[in-house]
């Protein structure tokens, strides 16, 4: 793929009316800050563009997002230039639920935490049965995050969703396609190809209809996350102080069940 931007950690491709946008991350496209900034910029840029109408969202290697890197310590890489971690990144985040063209999201490995929540931005998930999903912020001693007590519960009921932030358990894609997660489940070499054969179909359409009807149906998700991003992030901000954090952190990091004291 050719590289639009900068630097090399979102890639770009374009294929007559569809443009994918790759996580180029190594080794597992864990997310920050300035990721999140450069996505939202070019789905804003790609809004102007006559050329592109509809995108493709995928990652680089083997996984789609693996989320925060807390082997960087308690703030997981997203730390503001104020210490504070996650407000800003949420704030980034926000602007990708206003851009206006249809989105694809191709999960062929992890999308976990935070790479959850962007896989959910997504307007379909085309996945397969070797991909990973978890908001595993349970398992980290913290609330979940990334407007995921709001997006989550939208796309799969709350009661499914309830299940996944309580235990923290990952699914395969099989399970996520069988819940209302994924919306198609192909193999893992045909995920990338099945996602844009969506994104030509759609591209087929009149491109401001699809674009009217996709603003009617998604009208209220930016101001809806901003709500769930706010008390997100006050409960995960005492949290993060907590005893049970750490102990997340550490067993995150030292492959092996944590030991959870409630305090």
Known sequence: MADANADDTLLEAQDGFVVTLSINRPPANHINRELIVRIAERLEALDGDAGCRAIVLTGAGKHFCAGADFSKGDSGGLASPEGKPGRILYVEAARLFRTGKPI??????????????????????????????????????????????????????????????????????????????????????????????????????????????????????????????????????????????AEGRAAMNERREPNFKGR
């Open 104 to 245: 694809i999201a191709a999960v062929h490995g992890a999308a976990v935490g935070a790479g959850l929540g962007l896989a959910v931005v997504a307007d379909f998930r085309i996945t397969c049965a070797e991909a990973r999903y978890s908001a595993n912020f349970a398992r980290l001693g913290f609330h979940a995050g990334f407007g995921l007590s709001y997006t989550l519960p939208r796309l799969i009921g709350e009661q499914k969703a309830a299940l996944l932030f309580y235990t923290g358990r990952r699914i395969d894609g099989t399970e996520a396609e069988r819940i209302g997660l994924a919306d198609m489940l192909v193999p893992q070499a045909e995920v990338l190809p099945a996602a844009q054969a969506l994104a030509k179909e759609i591209a087929v359409s009149s491109p401001m209809a699809v674009q009217s009807m996709r603003a009617s149906m998604r009208r209220d998700m930016a101001v809806a996350f901003e709500q769930a991003t706010e008390r997100e992030f006050h409960q995960q901000s005492w949290q993060r102080q907590m005893e049970d954090f």
